[in-house]
Protein backbone atom coordinates (compact mmCIF):
# COMPACT_ATOMS: atom_id res chain seq x y z
CA UNK A 1 0.00 0.00 0.00
CA UNK A 2 1.20 3.74 -1.17
CA UNK A 3 0.50 4.87 2.79
CA UNK A 4 2.94 2.99 4.13
CA UNK A 5 5.58 3.27 1.29
CA UNK A 6 6.14 6.89 1.76
CA UNK A 7 10.49 7.13 0.93
CA UNK A 8 10.75 11.13 1.76
CA UNK A 9 9.09 13.44 3.60
CA UNK A 10 6.88 15.51 1.83
CA UNK A 11 7.11 19.23 1.22
CA UNK A 12 3.66 20.65 1.04
CA UNK A 13 2.55 24.84 0.90
CA UNK A 14 3.11 25.53 4.61
CA UNK A 15 6.23 23.93 5.11
CA UNK A 16 9.51 25.68 5.58
CA UNK A 17 11.57 25.84 2.76
CA UNK A 18 14.57 24.76 4.70
CA UNK A 19 15.20 23.01 8.17
CA UNK A 20 17.57 25.83 9.62
CA UNK A 21 15.85 28.66 8.94
CA UNK A 22 15.15 31.29 11.78
CA UNK A 23 12.70 33.05 10.52
CA UNK A 24 10.54 30.50 9.24
CA UNK A 25 6.94 30.80 7.95
CA UNK A 26 4.12 31.35 10.96
CA UNK A 27 1.64 28.59 9.56
CA UNK A 28 5.01 26.49 9.94
CA UNK A 29 5.67 27.35 13.49
CA UNK A 30 2.33 26.50 14.52
CA UNK A 31 1.89 23.52 12.81
CA UNK A 32 5.14 21.94 14.06
CA UNK A 33 4.15 22.90 17.48
CA UNK A 34 0.83 21.74 17.20
CA UNK A 35 2.91 18.35 16.01
CA UNK A 36 5.11 17.51 19.18
CA UNK A 37 2.09 18.90 21.54
CA UNK A 38 0.18 15.46 19.68
CA UNK A 39 3.83 13.52 19.90
CA UNK A 40 3.83 14.35 23.77
CA UNK A 41 0.22 13.69 24.61
CA UNK A 42 0.98 9.96 22.49
CA UNK A 43 4.13 9.35 24.76
CA UNK A 44 2.11 10.09 27.70
CA UNK A 45 -0.57 7.28 26.86
CA UNK A 46 2.03 4.63 26.43
CA UNK A 47 3.26 5.74 29.93
CA UNK A 48 -0.13 5.44 31.75
CA UNK A 49 -0.80 2.47 29.90
CA UNK A 50 1.85 0.83 32.19
CA UNK A 51 2.59 -1.97 30.27
CA UNK A 52 5.82 -1.46 28.80
CA UNK A 53 8.16 1.83 27.64
CA UNK A 54 9.39 3.03 24.44
CA UNK A 55 12.54 1.42 22.86
CA UNK A 56 14.92 4.62 23.46
CA UNK A 57 13.91 3.94 27.42
CA UNK A 58 14.53 0.50 27.61
CA UNK A 59 18.01 1.29 25.58
CA UNK A 60 18.81 4.04 28.65
CA UNK A 61 17.72 1.54 30.83
CA UNK A 62 20.16 -1.11 29.64
CA UNK A 63 23.04 1.52 29.63
CA UNK A 64 22.11 2.73 32.82
CA UNK A 65 21.97 -1.29 34.68
CA UNK A 66 25.32 -1.67 32.68
CA UNK A 67 27.52 1.51 33.61
CA UNK A 68 25.88 2.44 36.79
CA UNK A 69 24.77 5.50 35.78
CA UNK A 70 21.45 6.83 36.74
CA UNK A 71 18.88 6.86 33.95
CA UNK A 72 18.30 10.29 33.17
CA UNK A 73 22.32 10.49 32.49
CA UNK A 74 22.25 7.25 30.30
CA UNK A 75 18.79 8.80 28.67
CA UNK A 76 21.13 12.03 28.01
CA UNK A 77 24.40 9.83 26.63
CA UNK A 78 21.76 7.68 24.48
CA UNK A 79 20.64 11.30 22.79
CA UNK A 80 24.30 12.43 22.44
CA UNK A 81 25.19 9.34 20.66
CA UNK A 82 22.09 9.01 18.51
CA UNK A 83 22.73 12.89 17.49
CA UNK A 84 26.78 12.11 16.87
CA UNK A 85 25.25 10.07 13.67
CA UNK A 86 23.62 12.80 12.16
CA UNK A 87 27.30 13.68 11.29
CA UNK A 88 27.77 10.82 8.81
CA UNK A 89 24.42 11.17 7.36
CA UNK A 90 24.48 14.64 7.07
CA UNK A 91 21.35 15.81 8.90
CA UNK A 92 20.58 19.12 9.30
CA UNK A 93 19.36 20.19 12.67
CA UNK A 94 16.76 23.00 13.35
CA UNK A 95 14.76 25.06 15.84
CA UNK A 96 12.32 21.86 15.24
CA UNK A 97 15.34 19.75 16.79
CA UNK A 98 15.42 21.93 20.08
CA UNK A 99 11.66 21.98 20.27
CA UNK A 100 11.23 18.74 20.02
CA UNK A 101 12.68 18.14 23.72
CA UNK A 102 11.41 20.99 25.07
CA UNK A 103 7.81 20.90 23.80
CA UNK A 104 7.50 17.21 24.16
CA UNK A 105 9.27 16.82 27.83
CA UNK A 106 6.69 19.91 29.02
CA UNK A 107 3.80 18.22 27.38
CA UNK A 108 4.20 14.65 28.99
CA UNK A 109 4.36 16.76 32.57
CA UNK A 110 0.94 18.83 31.66
CA UNK A 111 -1.19 15.66 30.29
CA UNK A 112 -0.06 13.17 32.47
CA UNK A 113 -2.18 13.99 35.40
CA UNK A 114 -5.13 13.89 33.20
CA UNK A 115 -4.70 10.06 31.61
CA UNK A 116 -7.09 8.15 33.17
CA UNK A 117 -5.82 4.57 34.63
CA UNK A 118 -7.12 1.72 31.66
CA UNK A 119 -9.06 -0.72 33.95
CA UNK A 120 -7.74 -4.43 32.98
CA UNK A 121 -5.19 -5.37 30.26
CA UNK A 122 -7.63 -4.70 27.68
CA UNK A 123 -7.39 -1.06 28.59
CA UNK A 124 -3.94 -0.78 29.02
CA UNK A 125 -3.37 -2.93 25.67
CA UNK A 126 -5.78 -0.24 24.05
CA UNK A 127 -3.31 2.90 25.64
CA UNK A 128 -0.50 1.80 24.20
CA UNK A 129 -2.10 0.93 20.80
CA UNK A 130 -3.80 4.81 20.84
CA UNK A 131 -0.17 5.80 22.38
CA UNK A 132 1.35 4.88 19.77
CA UNK A 133 -0.71 5.81 16.91
CA UNK A 134 -0.99 9.35 18.46
CA UNK A 135 2.70 9.73 18.19
CA UNK A 136 2.73 8.72 15.05
CA UNK A 137 0.45 11.09 13.57
CA UNK A 138 2.00 13.98 15.49
CA UNK A 139 5.15 12.72 14.06
CA UNK A 140 4.14 13.05 10.12
CA UNK A 141 3.35 16.80 11.30
CA UNK A 142 5.88 18.06 12.58
CA UNK A 143 8.47 16.34 10.22
CA UNK A 144 6.24 17.86 7.37
CA UNK A 145 6.41 21.62 9.02
CA UNK A 146 10.40 20.65 8.17
CA UNK A 147 12.05 22.70 10.78
CA UNK A 148 14.23 20.00 11.62
CA UNK A 149 13.59 16.58 13.12
CA UNK A 150 14.27 15.33 16.85
CA UNK A 151 17.27 12.68 17.61
CA UNK A 152 15.46 9.71 16.58
CA UNK A 153 13.13 11.48 13.56
CA UNK A 154 16.63 12.69 12.86
CA UNK A 155 18.30 9.60 12.27
CA UNK A 156 15.17 7.71 10.76
CA UNK A 157 14.95 10.76 7.77
CA UNK A 158 19.06 10.21 7.38
CA UNK A 159 18.65 6.86 7.30
CA UNK A 160 16.16 6.33 4.47
CA UNK A 161 18.17 8.71 2.60
CA UNK A 162 21.14 6.40 2.57
CA UNK A 163 19.36 3.26 1.81
CA UNK A 164 16.00 4.43 -0.24
CA UNK A 165 13.85 2.20 1.85
CA UNK A 166 10.35 3.01 2.97
CA UNK A 167 10.34 5.16 6.15
CA UNK A 168 7.84 2.98 7.91
CA UNK A 169 10.80 -0.15 7.83
CA UNK A 170 13.55 2.06 8.43
CA UNK A 171 11.85 3.34 11.81
CA UNK A 172 10.97 -0.44 12.67
CA UNK A 173 14.65 -1.11 12.19
CA UNK A 174 15.43 1.76 14.47
CA UNK A 175 13.48 0.83 16.88
CA UNK A 176 13.77 -2.93 16.92
CA UNK A 177 17.50 -2.66 17.01
CA UNK A 178 17.01 -0.18 20.25
CA UNK A 179 14.88 -2.67 21.89
CA UNK A 180 17.26 -5.61 21.09
CA UNK A 181 19.98 -3.95 22.42
CA UNK A 182 18.72 -2.22 25.75
CA UNK A 183 17.06 -6.09 26.14
CA UNK A 184 20.31 -7.68 26.12
CA UNK A 185 21.91 -4.43 27.89
CA UNK A 186 19.69 -5.39 30.84
CA UNK A 187 16.66 -3.25 30.42
CA UNK A 188 13.04 -4.70 30.50
CA UNK A 189 10.79 -4.93 27.48
CA UNK A 190 7.31 -5.14 27.68
CA UNK A 191 4.15 -5.49 25.41
CA UNK A 192 3.66 -1.71 25.00
CA UNK A 193 7.37 -1.62 23.82
CA UNK A 194 6.67 -4.04 21.22
CA UNK A 195 3.48 -2.66 20.65
CA UNK A 196 5.26 0.70 19.80
CA UNK A 197 8.31 -1.24 18.31
CA UNK A 198 6.42 -2.03 15.25
CA UNK A 199 3.52 -0.03 15.19
CA UNK A 200 5.32 3.59 15.31
CA UNK A 201 6.81 3.34 11.70
CA UNK A 202 3.47 2.61 9.45
CA UNK A 203 1.64 5.06 12.21
CA UNK A 204 4.44 8.00 11.16
CA UNK A 205 4.60 7.14 7.12
CA UNK A 206 0.71 6.87 7.28
CA UNK A 207 0.79 10.17 8.66
CA UNK A 208 3.29 11.94 6.42
CA UNK A 209 1.03 10.53 3.68
CA UNK A 210 -2.07 11.73 5.30
CA UNK A 211 -0.48 14.98 6.31
CA UNK A 212 0.40 15.79 2.47
CA UNK A 213 -2.70 14.92 0.72
CA UNK A 214 -5.17 16.50 3.23
CA UNK A 215 -2.53 19.57 2.52
CA UNK A 216 -3.02 19.63 -1.27
CA UNK A 217 0.37 17.87 -1.87
CA UNK A 218 -0.19 15.14 -4.62
CA UNK A 219 1.92 12.32 -3.99
CA UNK A 220 4.55 10.46 -6.69
CA UNK A 221 8.36 10.61 -5.61
CA UNK A 222 7.63 9.98 -2.55
CA UNK A 223 6.41 6.09 -2.99
CA UNK A 224 6.43 3.53 -5.19
Not at 7 to 20: L, N
Not at 100 to 114: D, G, R, S, Y
Not at 185 to 214: E, K
Request: hydrophobic share 50%.
Amino acid sequence: MRIFKIKAVPIVGWSSKDAFNMRPPPIAIFWLFIGLFLFGVGETMLIGAGIGVSPWTVLAQGVSVTTGMGIGAATFWVSVAILSLWIPLRQKPGIGTLSNVVIIAATIEFVLPFIPAPEGYVGQFALAVMGTLTVGIGSGIYLVANLGPGPRDGLMTGLQRCTGQPISWVRTFIELSAVICGWLLGGTVGVGTVVFAFGIGPAVSASLYLTARCSGHRLGSEAD
